[in-house]
């Protein structure tokens, strides 16, 4: 798993169901262009605010209003949904045109057949992808959490 160590400000914190929970006022992206693309905050409030609840654990006692903080947010990989979505209906598609060809027993139909095979195997392999990625999407998503006190 990847994780983005980032900066960020306590501004208050709360008792929730006995567990204590910080509001954190996370410090704009330090990578340019890049990195700040990703979340567009500034496009929708006019301004870099990016606010995260986060569960303080037991260790880290320390913490108080004004706090500065380290947070490991957990970046997703980019290459697993190109994987599902472009990869999988394609090998789909060369089985299905594979299996078409050798099913097909006339040279005069054989073009026929190839293509009526490989339509529904990108089809197959297609739905196959979406549904591994929607498993894959509805694991649990590691929460962002406080990795040290600055």
């Keep these: 798993m990847d994780f983005n160590t980032e900066t960020g400000t306590i501004l208050s914190l709360e008792n929730d169901s006995g567990k204590t929970v910080a509001f954190v006022s996370m410090d704009p992206p330090s990578g340019g262009e890049e990195e700040c693309a990703s979340c567009r905050k500034c496009m929708q409030s006019e301004d870099c605010n990016r606010l995260l609840k986060l569960t303080i654990p037991d ?86 959490t406080i990795s040290d006190i600055l």
């Design 59 to 144: 260790s880290c006692s320390k913490i108080a209003a004004g706090s500065r903080v380290e947070v490991k947010i957990f970046r997703p990989s980019l290459y697993i949904p190109v994987l599902f979505t472009l990869l999988l209906p394609l090998i789909g598609l060369i089985a299905g045109g594979i299996s078409g060809y050798l099913l097909s027993s006339d040279t005069d139909t054989r073009d026929l057949v190839t293509a009526l095979f490989a339509i529904p195997g990108a089809g197959l392999f297609f739905i196959a992808g979406h549904f591994i990625q929607c498993k894959l999407r509805s694991n649990e998503i590691p929460a962002p």
